[in-house]
């Protein structure tokens, strides 16, 4: 069985594999945003950035009503939303509908866009498979191998090998 997260002495959730456990990179950007919540809102049992409303380690479910929620509210012009009623228009805030995120958005998605911009950024396919904590390189080709990238070499019929997809 791989190891399970350990925040303080309480266990907080088990991991899928060995190759769970890693370091994430994140630039100065995504930092301040984590540094700036942990200072609103302080930190949960074992140091845990995301609890519930009585600051304990949030559950999935209870999270994924959260996140449908901040769904619902994102825009992607950055803007605090609007009600639709406000006919639609993007000023100050923003009730545009193009701005919105699909509905049915799911927090797994972020983990898809990270693998696709990874891939479009033409990083090594070893390197983006230690950052998606897949067992293997196969794994990782199974289930991004078909993401677009600009780098690919193809012919008429699409890419000639599975190995040039990444070339």
């Given amino acids: 069985?791989?190891?399970?997260?350990?925040?303080?002495?309480?266990?907080?959730?088990?991991?899928?594999?060995?190759?769970?456990?890693?370091?994430?990179?994140?630039?100065?950007?995504?930092?301040?945003?984590?540094?700036?919540?942990v200072q609103r809102f302080g930190t949960g049992p074992g140091e845990v950035i995301v609890t519930n409303r009585l600051g304990k380690v949030a559950r999935r479910n209870s999270f994924g009503d959260r996140w449908?929620?901040?769904?619902?509210?994102?825009?992607?012009?950055?803007?605090p939303s609007a009600p639709a009623f406000e006919g639609g228009r993007c000023s100050e805030t923003c009730?545009?509908?193009?701005?919105?995120?699909p509905k049915g958005t799911r927090f797994h998605d972020l983990r898809h866009f990270y693998a696709s911009t990874l891939i479009a950024a033409n990083l090594n396919p070893k390197v983006i498979q230690a950052r998606l904590g897949h067992a293997t390189i196969t794994e990782t080709m199974d289930t991004y191998g078909n993401t677009s990238s600009p780098t690919r070499k193809?012919?008429?019929?699409?890419?000639?090998?599975?190995?040039?997809?990444?070339l």
């Fill in 68 to 79: 449908r929620l901040a769904v619902a509210d994102a825009r992607t012009c950055g803007k």
């Fill in 1 to 37: 069985m791989p190891p399970a997260v350990v925040c303080s002495r309480e266990l907080a959730a088990d991991l899928k594999t060995e190759a769970s456990t890693r370091t994430i990179p994140a630039d100065e950007w995504v930092l301040n945003e984590i540094s700036a919540h």
């Fill in 95 to 101: 009730a545009d509908p193009a701005h919105c995120l």
């Fill in 154 to 166: 193809t012919s008429a019929a699409g890419p000639s090998t599975r190995s040039s997809r990444w």
